[in-house]
């Protein structure tokens, strides 16, 4: 089954393939991910971080750094070229269980981040920025008041 991305969501994944293959990543990680979302002030995951007191900018700046200290560059490759990391391609796979689990029928932002804070707890950015799942959904519920996307 082919899961339906929200615009933004589709836009982030794009703009995540541009940096990485801007940075010469030899693969798509969701630390490039997690950096163009943290840069969408106006997106679902942006919002739930503010509401669990994340500095954007901050937190922005942790996973640019990051992700460009993740692995030697390598030759220049394309953003269509680019293949998604296991990991990557993990935590889309996590991020579609959480948009079932939740009732949405289109994978957005807040999924990728509730899939994280569920599945890769205490990792990178989230130990650091002091996030944990449950306050995060609970956060997304207050922000949607029972709409499904």
């Known amino acids: 089954m082919q899961i339906q991305y ?9 703009a995540a393939r541009e940096l990485a293959a801007g940075q010469r990543s030899p693969e798509l990680f969701t630390i490039h991910l997690l950096t163009v979302l943290s840069k969408q002030d106006d997106s679902t995951f942006s919002a739930l971080l503010v509401a669990n007191g994340v500095d954007l900018n901050a937190f922005h700046e942790f996973s640019a750094n990051r992700s460009r200290q993740m692995i030697p560059p390598m030759s ?5 070229d680019l293949r998604a ?6 935590l889309l796979q996590d991020a579609a269980t959480e948009m ?3 009732g949405d029928s289109r994978l957005g932002t807040e999924h990728l981040l509730l899939a994280a804070l569920k599945y890769r707890p205490g990792k990178g950015a989230w130990s650091v920025f002091g996030l944990s799942y449950a306050p995060v959904r609970k956060s997304l519920d207050a922000l949607r008041k029972k709409t499904k996307v």
């Open 6 to 14: 929200t615009d933004r969501m589709a836009a982030a994944v794009r």
């Open 100 to 102: 079932g689990e939740i």
């Open 76 to 80: 220049r490759i394309s953003a269509d």
């Open 85 to 90: 990391s296991q990991e990557h391609e993990g």
